[in-house]
Nanobody, 115 residues
Framework: QVQLVESGGGLVQTGGSLRLSCAASGGPFSLYGFGWYRRAPGKSRELVAVIRSGGFITYADSVKGRFTLFRDNGANTQYLQMNSLQPEDTAVYYC?????????WGQGTQVTVAL
């Protein structure tokens, strides 16, 4: 059974950095895409950064130049490096992996950016 386990969330001051991790187990499997979404209080889920087959990465305009999506294929782990964090980045962050026949989601990790 495929599982995604996230870690790395927490409380950080404005301007700080965090690195989120998402470890996948239950493979082997082929990835058609992976990435991160987030849901802020009172808002709908939004795309943060995703990479789809073909290798093209899409970032939300609000995080371009601050967040970086990357993956360690040997460790079956994807990461979201978040720099220059702002209070509006406060949200629950969810990783996902598209295996072609369905997508899997992590349980979510809370990121809180204090003023």
């Amino acid at each position: 059974q495929v599982q995604l386990v996230e870690s790395g969330g927490g409380l950080v001051q404005t301007g700080g950095s965090l690195r989120l991790s998402c470890a996948a187990s239950g493979g082997p499997f082929s990835l058609y895409g992976f990435g991160w979404y987030r849901r802020a209080p009172g808002k709908s889920r939004e795309l943060v950064a995703v990479i789809r087959s073909g290798g093209f990465i899409t970032y939300a305009d609000s995080v371009k130049g601050r967040f970086t999506l990357f993956r360690d294929n040997g460790a079956n782990t994807q990461y979201l490096q978040m720099n220059s964090l702002q209070p509006e980045d406060t949200a629950v962050y969810y990783c996902y992996a598209d295996l072609g026949w369905r997508a899997f989601w992590g349980q979510g990790t809370q990121v809180t950016v204090a003023l």
